[in-house]
């Protein structure tokens, strides 16, 4: 290796560019990444390139709020680069016991710091549908669609035997590698290095 360093970080997938990232805009010198293979290129470019806070573990939870906060703000300051979105995750069923089930469980998560749970009927008018881009002006926690008619009027692709479905709110889908490489870019802006090696 070429020179001492102040800080050497061993791996430069997504994971260890985020870390050199954060801790160069924090005010950290002399960084170093170090990697046998080119940065972001063993698992980060296989991602599944999607996000939830919509966890019953109040830990996970509470990580991935945080993380969504981070992602959030890097999407402001990139001007949305890496295309993050809050399409949502939709959970369906056509089992009247899991439909018990899946309100019970929202309202678990819901109370551990998912966001509020909103229920609606077939006659709901307050059901507000996901843009495709973007995600500010978005609610958070999760809606819950009771009844086909209703579940049919915003998903028509989907089965007509599902009976319930819920759509958490605070999840979407993101270009990994486009963060990755925006994380990387502005972490060489502040100074960080990288050298191939083990």
Not at 163 to 178: D, N, T
Request: aromatic share 8%.
């Amino acid at each position: 290796m070429n020179g001492a360093a102040d800080v050497v970080i061993c791996g430069a997938g997504i994971a260890g560019v985020a870390a050199a990232h954060f801790l160069s805009k924090a005010g950290a010198e002399n960084i170093l990444l170090v990697d046998e293979r080119p940065p972001l290129s063993l698992t980060s470019d296989r991602s599944t390139e999607c996000y939830r806070n919509w966890w019953p573990d109040p830990e996970m939870l509470l990580l991935m709020n945080r993380s969504i906060d981070l992602m959030e703000a890097l999407a402001d300051e990139s001007g949305n680069i890496f295309r993050m979105n809050r399409r949502g995750y939709l959970y369906l069923t056509a089992d009247e016991k899991r439909a018990a089930d899946l309100k019970t469980t929202s309202h678990q998560t819901s109370s551990l710091g998912g966001g509020p749970i909103r229920v609606h009927s077939s006659s709901s008018l307050y059901y507000q549908p996901a843009p495709a881009e973007g995600f500010h002006d978005q609610p958070t926690g999760a809606d819950l669609l009771i009844g086909n008619e209703l579940i049919h009027k915003y998903f028509p692709y989907l089965t007509k035997r599902a009976i319930a479905a819920l759509h958490v709110r605070r999840a979407g889908w993101l270009s990994a590698q486009q963060l990755g490489m925006y994380l990387l870019e502005t972490a060489r802006q502040h100074g960080v290095r990288f050298e191939s090696g083990r």
